[in-house]
């Protein structure tokens, strides 16, 4: 039971030190603040909504277990029973929706387990092996999948979050204890009903048909991994010439529940006035295995911040009262450990209500990391991941902030980089929420990240301040996208975006592609970028529109163009990844090992398709009338 406190704030603040999973009873607790907080801010609206999912859990009357020894003399090199290594309140170390299995075979190291990492090995020397491989580069389904083709019977996943040339991250980076989700079905969420909401009524076939992984898939620590890893480096993975006995052989038994279990998402709304069918998503995710700055904690203060600061706007003392022109909805995600659940139930709940009228999703999870690992992986102290229509909008935020008096964010804090949406998921394994949107639902996407860390000469933030200014630039976000007139978006970059991504998906098939398809893709881009420049044209002219109906036209034409746009780039990302090995970590592959020819017919289909979708894209001039 976590300690009460007075302040809504302070007691969705408590849960950090604790492991908030999505079937635990602290996510119960959490759940009641976080409706008291949303019912304190007096919106217009309150809901929870349940999803009955297939979550998979260790069998804790059965834990899993991992054995090496030597193949020669039977010694033992490392003995580890999951359960005894288990905090007090804690999961432990668990890949979850790997199947259930006992496995033996010789050990193998394979790097991060990418295509690349397969191509120096022939492949009739790794059946009835057991691999071991790093986290990182791309997605742990694509991981499992790629040992899968490749004739493994099992794999050991050890976590190396930052990346690092060298072999392995130090031990404090992971631990036995970490515990992963393991996702093997195309569209995300719950696997036993992809595509469809797991809500009542939607028909779930039998456990038996589910799509899940093959072979058994377990987390171990750095630790474990590094002695295994030193007998491979020592030259000592292979007995003496003229034995056939492989020397490091694994005994790899787990032991995991298929079980439905309830996840909730919380949705507060506050209706617009006059565009109330258009909506800004506001989200965090509540669940995750870790503690700490990791969890899913920072964010939801976040969350409550920002709503709490829309809600005082709401209800301040006005001759009139404030309304927002659109609507507005604060979302806390349930099921995030097991793969997003509640975002991607929720997008395929209503990505046919909503499409082209979700205006952007500003995500809250992570709002904070360490310097170093921040400066390595996006540059500054503040991170802006979002897509290229907005750009422009966040940086202006950005400085509008960093002038107001009596900031108390040290000046060389006010940095700012914008990018494509990518991965900032809690663990290097998880598909990130850009993806999932970008998949189901097409719309702008925003993720805010401050280092947390002090510099050298102590004037970074700290931990408290990172998520203070993330909560105050993503409020300001809010309700600029909710109240202004035509939308802040540069259509010009998505597109210059888009046309980029396509011509680089033509370099890179150049001599598989016909030079008639190349030569129509090209004609076609360039229609898109004439398209594209005149009506930003027509919106400069425009700027001021009195009437709401023009208003309205004119950022439908946007939120179509943006969708469409975002479309194609998931597509081109998909066949990029799908026929160019993928190392997009935030891309979901289905199948790396199919036949080269097939794969070659498959390709010009894709190619085929994507070339149809670019010369559908109509004028965005027509489309604002």
């Given at each position: 039971m976590v300690p009460k406190k007075e302040a809504a704030l302070e007691r969705v603040t408590v849960f950090t030190d604790y492991q908030v999973h999505s079937v635990s009873d602290l996510d119960l607790e959490l759940v009641v603040e976080l409706q008291e907080h949303f019912n304190s801010c007096r919106f217009d609206d309150l809901s929870v909504e349940h999803y009955k999912t297939l979550i998979s859990l260790p069998d804790r009357q059965r834990p899993s277990r991992l054995l090496a020894f030597d193949g020669i003399t039977n010694q033992t090199i490392v003995e580890t029973d999951f359960k005894s290594l288990t905090f007090a309140g804690r999961l432990p170390g668990f890949v979850a929706y790997s199947p259930n299995a006992s496995v033996e075979g010789e050990l193998i190291y394979l790097n991060r387990g990418t295509l690349d990492d397969y191509s120096d090995k022939a492949s009739n020397g790794l059946k009835g092996k057991i691999g071991l491989v790093r986290t990182g580069q791309t997605t742990l389904e694509e991981k499992?999948?790629?040992?899968?083709?490749?004739?493994?019977?099992?794999?050991?996943?050890?976590?190396?979050?930052?990346?690092?040339?060298?072999?392995?991250?130090?031990?404090?980076?992971?631990?036995d204890v970490t515990p992963y989700a393991l996702f093997h079905v195309l569209p995300g969420g719950d696997p036993s009903t992809p595509y469809f909401p797991s809500i009542a009524g939607t028909w779930r076939p039998p456990l038996s048909e589910v799509k899940l992984p093959k072979i058994p898939v377990q987390t171990v620590s750095c630790e474990t991994a590094k002695v295994l890893l030193n007998r491979l480096d020592l030259g000592t993975a292979r007995s003496p010439e003229g034995l056939d006995t492989p020397v490091t052989i694994v005994q790899l038994e787990v032991n995991n529940q298929l079980l439905y279990k309830p996840i909730q998402n919380i949705i507060a709304t506050?209706?617009?006035?006059?565009?109330?069918?258009?909506s800004i998503l506001v989200g965090a995710s509540r669940n995750s295995f870790d503690t700490g700055s990791s969890s899913g904690i920072p964010g939801t203060e976040v969350l409550t911040r920002v709503s709490s600061a829309v809600s005082r706007l709401f209800h301040k003392e006005h001759d009139s009262q404030w309304i927002?022109?659109?609507?507005?909805?604060?979302?806390?995600?349930?099921?995030a450990d097991f793969g997003y659940l509640g975002l991607t139930e929720f997008l395929e709940k209503y990505h046919d209500i909503w499409r082209n009228k979700l205006i952007a999703y500003i995500d809250l999870d992570s709002p904070s990391k360490g310097r170093k690992q921040l400066e390595s992986d996006l540059g500054d102290h503040i991170a802006a991941t979002s897509s290229a229509s907005v750009e422009v909008l966040?940086?202006?935020i950005i400085k509008q902030l960093q002038n107001r008096e009596g900031s108390s964010i040290p000046e060389h804090v006010w940095q700012s980089v914008a990018r494509k949406p990518s991965a900032n998921s809690h663990h290097p394994a998880d598909i990130c929420p850009a993806t999932l949107l970008r998949k189901h639902l097409p719309a702008s996407y925003v993720h805010l990240q401050v280092s947390e860390v002090s510099d050298d000469a102590g004037t970074g933030p700290t931990e408290s301040e990172s998520n203070y200014l993330v909560a105050q630039i993503a409020s300001l976000l809010t309700l600029t996208l909710a109240d202004s007139g035509v939308f802040h978006f540069q259509v010009h970059r998505t597109a210059h975006e888009t046309i980029s991504d396509v011509n680089k998906l033509i370099n890179n098939f150049s001599g598989v592609i016909p030079n008639v398809t190349i030569g129509t893709f090209h004609g076609q881009l360039k229609r898109l970028r004439k398209s594209t420049m005149d009506f930003e044209d027509y919106i400069r002219r425009h700027l001021e529109f009195e009437r709401s109906e023009d208003v309205r036209m004119v950022n439908s034409a946007l939120l179509q163009f943006e969708a469409e746009m975002t479309s194609i780039q998931v597509e081109v990302a998909r066949i990029q990844a799908q026929h160019k090995k993928g190392h997009n970590q935030c891309v979901i592959v289905t199948d790396l090992c199919a036949n080269s020819t097939n794969q070659e017919v498959q390709l010009m289909t894709d190619i085929s398709a994507l070339l149809s979708r670019v010369t559908a894209v109509p004028k965005v001039t027509d489309l604002a009338g």
């Open positions: 499992v999948h790629l040992a899968e083709c490749h004739g493994l019977i099992g794999l050991l996943v050890v976590e190396d979050s930052q990346e690092l040339h060298r072999p392995l991250a130090t031990s404090q980076l992971c631990s506050l209706y617009g006035d006059r565009d109330s069918d258009f927002p022109r659109r609507t507005i909805r604060f979302v806390s995600w349930g099921g966040i940086n202006l």
